[in-house]
């Protein structure tokens, strides 16, 4: 079953691939997204308002061997 409202990927990227996974991101319109550091990778965190986008981005990261992409549900989005 798809979540309702905001979802996040949630991508583990090597350090050397960050800016490309970002780059990809971006072409799934999210509303936002952040690089932090955990070494040994770079956990790269996009939002969506739309989870099919979420998905196919999730998905493309992967296609492209970009690192491991999760889908999970925002439990705040901080507009209530």
Do not use: C, K, N, Y
Not at 45 to 59: E, I, K, S, T, V
């Amino acid at each position: 079953m798809e979540p309702d409202g905001w979802v996040r990927v949630v991508a583990h990227v090597d350090p050397a691939d960050a800016e490309l996974a970002t780059d990809l991101l971006w072409g799934f319109g999210p509303a936002a997204i952040e690089e932090q550091w955990q070494a040994p990778s770079v956990v790269v965190l996009a939002g969506f308002d739309d989870p099919a986008a979420a998905h196919r981005a999730a998905d493309a990261l992967g296609a492209r061997g970009l690192g491991h992409a999760a889908v999970v549900p925002v439990d705040d989005d901080g507009l209530d």
